[in-house]
């Protein structure tokens, strides 16, 4: 059997079932072409899709990493100056507990004063000028000590 006959066997293509059934085929694999290629350009365009969108990310992960840089820098900065002023406030502790000894001790000796025979005795404190007369002297608590003009008197 030829070609022809077994074209001839499935009759006519226009008049023959075999005609028809080749007909649907050949429009299949048309269609079916079409639907791959629409497929294909789908899938090439969600490729295109996934590619951009991983170079945006690369970008913010760049910028993310940026800041984080610089935020850890700023934090170490803050936690040094952090340290220094904890020493310094450390320091400036200790120097004030030892100018309040220094004070008191100093409040102390000068409650106490030699006398000429080598006794101690207690004095009193010191008043708000700093005098120790007008504790010693309550009497001239106020007065001056410019002289008064005396105007009563004149003849």
């Known amino acids: 059997m030829s070609s022809a006959e077994i074209r001839g066997a499935g009759m006519n ?6 005609g028809a059934i080749d007909e649907r085929k050949r429009k299949r694999m ?25 170079s ?3 970008k913010q992960r760049i910028e993310i990493k940026r800041r984080i840089d610089v935020y850890q820098k700023l934090w170490e900065a803050t936690v040094s100056e952090n340290n220094a ?12 507990e030892s100018s309040k000894s220094r004070v008191s001790d100093f409040r102390a000796m000068e ?3 030699t006398n000429f025979s080598g006794n101690r005795m207690l004095m009193p404190l010191m008043d708000v000028t ?3 007369d007008s504790v010693l002297q309550p ?3 106020g007065l001056s ?8 008197f004149q003849f």
Do not use: C, V, Y
């Open 13 to 18: 293509e226009n008049n023959s079932p075999g």
């Open 56 to 58: 945006e990310l690369e």
């Open 130 to 132: 700093g005098s120790r």
């Open 111 to 113: 409650r106490f004063e």
């Open 145 to 152: 000590s410019q002289p008064i003009a005396a105007t009563m």
């Open 139 to 141: 009497w001239q608590i």
């Open 85 to 96: 002023l904890e020493a310094l406030k450390a320091e400036m502790i200790k120097e004030l």
């Open 30 to 54: 048309i269609s079916n072409r079409e639907s791959a290629r629409r497929s294909r350009m789908r899938k090439q365009q969600h490729l295109d899709d996934l590619i951009k969108r991983r």
